[in-house]
């Protein structure tokens, strides 16, 4: 690697550090906000005269938001930049917080949690497909685990000042919520994401003065692997999200030993994070999920026929560790291979089937539980152990390590009128020790980056191409796409003559 490419790869670094403090900063408050008025909603829905099935509605409510809404967010996300729908996510929080200090129904509480999660879920899917778009794929899993840090340190936070305060001043939990969710515009406002390829996308259809359609996503294994992994996840969530809390009241639990196990539950995770990338970024990936999901569902599976409280509570803190070391992990399998130009509804399916088991967890373990203690965790545990067994049969195939290795496009940069600018290397990660067609893969990888940064509007001299205008011209052709596939058949051309 020349120097020039070595300083290139030090300030990307550089910038994707900025972009992930930044980021985690940004959750962080969010969160803090959002989960410190849990604890007590529904207690405020009773004192607002709803029913305790009124209160169970309004808590759904937001999954369910998250479900109808955080696939169209992601496709939002990739057709007009990160970064707006992450704002405008945490404006309809915040917004939708204070709401809640008007006279209101109770029904119409169910909207105002609606949008709550409409606001989160849009802040969630942006935030993580930044990530998978702007940093580097060998150091994606420290940036997805400092992303759930923030989350979760939030989480640990946040319903403990909530409990605190007790229902007596609701009202100024709401404030709080929504003033955080504000708070955390500011450091939000100030990211730049290099290669966001919405933006790019809005500045090539003003260029050739028509509308580019969203390519569809590609699907492969390592990214359904991780669509089934993050179901599992969702229905680990649910049962507990419902459940946990009537398990430690029937074992006899007082209000502050339930408040400690939520909260000693977030700290392992955050003080596991930085660890726990780094891992990611170093071993077989399906590994660590397969062993962190399949460990927290052995506890889930062991908690009902244990009794005493404190064994909970250290059992659960525990167990924070496997889920520590299967997010990042199945965050960087989910983006191992996609376009960055897809990333935002690759995020949307992802977290629409983890939200989506959540509700249906969730819906059922109250039941279950009342039926039986051990029935809604041993049933949601059997269940996880076969996803896991589904998804291990998925991945069987897919790199579970990448290591980066670079392959050099001389390309040019578009200067701000398509004008050649001096040619610079596009370096490409790329898994070691892999078969000679994913090879051609990422070199036509490369070539996409090259045309996505080069701006369509003119290609590097140094392959020999002329500008698009006379492309059309001597072909006919009247369709960006038929163009682009023009192009993209000349540049990979070029590149296999390479050495």
Same mark, same amino acid.
């Given at each position: 690697?020349t120097?020039?490419?070595?300083?290139?790869?030090?300030?990307?670094?550089?910038?994707?550090?900025?972009?992930?403090?930044?980021?985690?900063?940004?959750?962080?408050?969010?969160?803090?906000?959002?989960?410190?008025?849990?604890?007590?909603?529904?207690?405020?829905?009773?004192?607002l005269?709803?029913t305790?099935?009124?209160?169970?509605?309004?808590? /759904?409510?937001?999954?369910?938001?998250?479900?109808l809404?955080?696939?169209?967010?992601g496709r939002l996300?990739?057709?007009?930049?990160r970064?707006?729908?992450?704002?405008?996510?945490?404006?309809?929080?915040?917004?939708?917080?204070?709401?809640?200090?008007?006279?209101?129904s109770?029904?119409?509480?169910?909207?105002?949690?609606?949008?709550?999660?409409?606001?989160?879920?849009?802040a969630?899917?942006?935030?993580?497909?930044?990530?998978?778009?702007?940093?580097?794929?060998?150091?994606?899993?420290?940036?997805?685990?400092?992303?759930?840090?923030?989350?979760?340190?939030?989480?640990?936070?946040?319903?403990?000042?909530?409990?605190i305060?007790?229902?007596?001043?609701?009202w100024?939990m709401?404030?709080?919520?929504?003033?955080a969710?504000?708070?955390?515009?500011?450091?939000?406002?100030?990211? $730049?994401?290099?290669?966001?390829?919405?933006?790019?996308?809005?500045?090539?259809a003003?260029?050739?003065?028509?509308?580019?359609?969203?390519?569809?996503?590609?699907?492969?294994?390592?990214?359904?692997?991780?669509?089934?992994?993050?179901?599992?996840?969702?229905?680990?969530?649910g049962?507990?999200?419902?459940?946990?809390t009537?398990?430690?009241?029937?074992r006899?639990?007082?209000?502050?030993?339930?408040?400690?196990?939520?909260t000693?539950?977030?700290?392992?995770f955050?003080?596991?994070?930085?660890?726990?990338?780094?891992? /990611?970024?170093?071993?077989?990936r399906?590994?660590?999920?397969?062993?962190?999901?399949?460990?927290?569902?052995?506890?889930?599976?062991?908690?009902?026929?244990?009794?005493?409280?404190?064994?909970?509570?250290?059992?659960?803190a525990?167990?924070?560790?496997?889920?520590?070391?299967?997010?990042?992990?199945?965050?960087?399998?989910?983006?191992?291979?996609?376009?960055?130009?897809?990333v935002?509804?690759?995020?949307?399916?992802?977290?629409?089937?983890?939200?989506?088991?959540?509700?249906?967890?969730?819906?059922g373990?109250?039941?279950?539980?009342?039926?039986?203690?051990?029935?809604?965790?041993?049933?949601?545990?059997s269940?996880?152990?076969?996803s896991?067994?589904?998804?291990? $049969?998925?991945?069987?195939?897919?790199?579970?390590?990448?290591?980066?290795?670079s392959?050099?496009?001389?390309?040019?940069s578009a200067?701000?009128?398509?004008?050649?600018?001096?040619?610079?290397?596009?370096?490409?990660?790329?898994?070691?020790?892999?078969?000679?067609?994913?090879?051609?893969?990422?070199?036509?990888?490369?070539?996409?980056?090259?045309?996505?940064?080069?701006?369509?509007?003119?290609?590097?001299?140094?392959?020999?191409?002329?500008p698009?205008?006379?492309?059309?011209?001597?072909?006919?052709?009247t369709?960006?796409?038929?163009?682009?596939?023009?192009?993209?058949?000349?540049?990979?051309?070029?590149?296999?003559?390479?050495?």
């Open positions: 690697m120097a020039h490419a070595q300083a290139r790869s030090a300030a990307s670094t550089d910038s994707s550090t900025r972009l992930i403090r930044t980021l985690t900063l940004t959750i962080f408050l969010q969160w803090l906000g959002a989960t410190a008025i849990i604890p007590m909603l529904p207690v405020y829905i009773r004192h005269g709803g305790d099935t009124l209160a169970g509605v309004v808590m /759904a409510a937001f999954f369910a938001a998250g479900v809404f955080q696939y169209p967010l996300a990739d057709r007009v930049g970064r707006p729908v992450l704002i405008g996510g945490l404006v309809t929080y915040g917004v939708a917080s204070f709401s809640f200090l008007a006279p209101l109770p029904s119409f509480a169910i909207l105002l949690r609606a949008l709550q999660g409409a606001g989160a879920g849009a969630a899917v942006a935030a993580l497909a930044m990530i998978s778009s702007s940093v580097a794929v060998e150091r994606r899993g420290r940036a997805f685990a400092s992303i759930y840090g923030g989350e979760l340190a939030g989480m640990a936070v946040g319903p403990l000042i909530g409990s305060v007790g229902i007596r001043y609701m100024l709401f404030i709080a919520s929504g003033l969710s504000f708070a955390a515009c500011v450091p939000a406002l100030r990211i $730049f994401e290099p290669h966001d390829t919405a933006n790019e996308r809005a500045r090539d003003r260029a050739e003065g028509m509308s580019v359609p969203l390519s569809r996503v590609r699907l492969n294994r390592s990214m359904i692997g991780a669509f089934v992994s993050g179901s599992a996840l969702g229905l680990t969530t049962v507990y999200d419902i459940c946990w009537l398990l430690l009241l029937a006899g639990a007082s209000g502050w030993e339930i408040g400690i196990s939520w000693l539950f977030a700290v392992p955050v003080l596991a994070a930085k660890p726990s990338g780094w891992l /990611a970024d170093h071993m077989d399906r590994l660590l999920v397969l062993v962190g999901i399949g460990t927290s569902a052995l506890f889930c599976a062991t908690y009902p026929f244990i009794h005493s409280v404190p064994a909970l509570i250290v059992l659960g525990l167990e924070a560790l496997g889920f520590a070391a299967a997010l990042p992990a199945v965050q960087s399998l989910l983006t191992q291979g996609s376009d960055s130009s897809e935002g509804r690759v995020q949307g399916v992802f977290a629409t089937c983890q939200t989506a088991c959540t509700a249906i967890a969730a819906a373990a109250g039941a279950a539980f009342s039926l039986a203690i051990w029935l809604p965790f041993v049933t949601v545990a269940v996880v152990i076969i896991l067994g589904v998804a291990a $049969f998925i991945w069987r195939t897919v790199p579970g390590r990448v290591q980066p290795a392959v050099d496009v001389t390309q040019g200067g701000p009128r398509g004008d050649q600018v001096s040619p610079e290397p596009v370096q490409v990660a790329k898994p070691v020790g892999v078969s000679g067609d994913v090879q051609k893969a990422h070199r036509v990888a490369a070539i996409g980056t090259l045309l996505r940064q080069s701006g369509h509007a003119r290609t590097g001299s140094s392959l020999g191409l002329r698009i205008r006379s492309i059309r011209w001597l072909t006919g052709l369709t960006r796409k038929k163009i682009t596939a023009a192009i993209m058949t000349k540049e990979i051309t070029a590149v296999r003559k390479l050495p």
